[in-house]
C-alpha cells in the first residue's frame, strides 16, 4: 500500500504506508506548509485524488506595552517602542499590553507562567486589537493567547513568551561631604555644609534636621 502525493506545484512523490497492528495503514506528515493533493494506490488499484487546504493560524501582528509606575514613584505613564513584549519595571508597576493581531478574534487572554490567565478587551472596526493589564510585584512570564473568529477557533500555536521583571526599588542615599567628618566648634559657630543625595527613581524632597544631644530631632532646612 502505497501513498502518492504531491505539494503546491511539484510533481509527485510516494511513500510506503506502514501496516498498524489494528490492520490499517497509515502514513504521517511531520509539517505541512503547502496545499497537497493525495491519493492511494494498492496493485493496480487506485483511489480519487484527494486535496489538503491548509488555513492560516492567527498571529500576533503588533505589540506594544504601557508602564503606570506605582503611586510612590509618581504615577507616570510611558508608552514601550513597538514590538517590545519584554520589560524590566518598579515593582508595584502596572502593564498594559496592546496587540494587533491579522484577522478578527473571538478571544485573546495573557496565559501567565503560573497558569492564571488575564483576559483582554477586543476592539478595533475589524476586531484586530486587543489590550490587557496586570500588575507586576514579581517577575512574570507570559504568552498571547489568540483564538480567530472563524467557524473553526483556529488558535495561534507555539506564541512567543515574553517576560517582565520587576525590579525593587532602591533606599535613597545622603552624604554629607563638608565637612565629611566628626568636629568639635566653639558655641556660635557657623558650620558650612555640602550634602549629596541621590535616588534611582529621584526625590521630591530632602530635608536637614538637627537636634542637641538627645533632644528631638529638628527640621531646619528643605529642598527644593
Known amino acids: 500500500m502505497r501513498i502518492e502525493y504531491r505539494l503546491g506545484g511539484m ?3 510516494a511513500a510506503t504506508m506502514q501496516l498498524r497492528n489494528d490492520g490499517q495503514f497509515v502514513h504521517g506528515f511531520d509539517a505541512v506548509w503547502h496545499p497537497m493533493s493525495y491519493r492511494i494506490r494498492a496493485g493496480r488499484n487506485v483511489s480519487p485524488v484527494y486535496q489538503v487546504t491548509l488555513r492560516q493560524r492567527p498571529r500576533v501582528r503588533r505589540v506594544r506595552l504601557t508602564v503606570t509606575e506605582p503611586a510612590y514613584a509618581g ?3 510611558k508608552q514601550l ?6 520589560a524590566t519595571v518598579l515593582a508595584g508597576s502596572t502593564v498594559r499590553v496592546n496587540i494587533q493581531a491579522d484577522r478578527a478574534l473571538a478571544t485573546a487572554s495573557l496565559s501567565l507562567d503560573d497558569g492564571s490567565q488575564v483576559p483582554m478587551a477586543i476592539s478595533g472596526p475589524n476586531r484586530r486589537d486587543a489590550s490587557g493589564e496586570l500588575r507586576v510585584d514579581h517577575d512574570v512570564r507570559y504568552t498571547i493567547a489568540l483564538t480567530d473568529a472563524t467557524a473553526e477557533h483556529l ?6 513568551q515574553y517576560t517582565l521583571s520587576a525590579s525593587a526599588d532602591q533606599v535613597p542615599m545622603a552624604l554629607v561631604t563638608m565637612p565629611g567628618r566628626d568636629l568639635v566648634l566653639p558655641l556660635d559657630a557657623t558650620l558650612p ?3 549629596e543625595a541621590e535616588d534611582d527613581i529621584g526625590l521630591s524632597a530632602v530635608t536637614l534636621e538637627v537636634r542637641r544631644t538627645e533632644g528631638d530631632w529638628t527640621e531646619i532646612q528643605r529642598w527644593p
Open 11 to 13: 510533481g509527485w512523490s
Open 75 to 77: 504615577g507616570e505613564s
Open 81 to 86: 517602542p513597538e514590538q517590545r513584549g519584554d
Open 155 to 160: 488558535t495561534n500555536a507555539k506564541p512567543t
Open 193 to 195: 555644609l555640602k550634602i
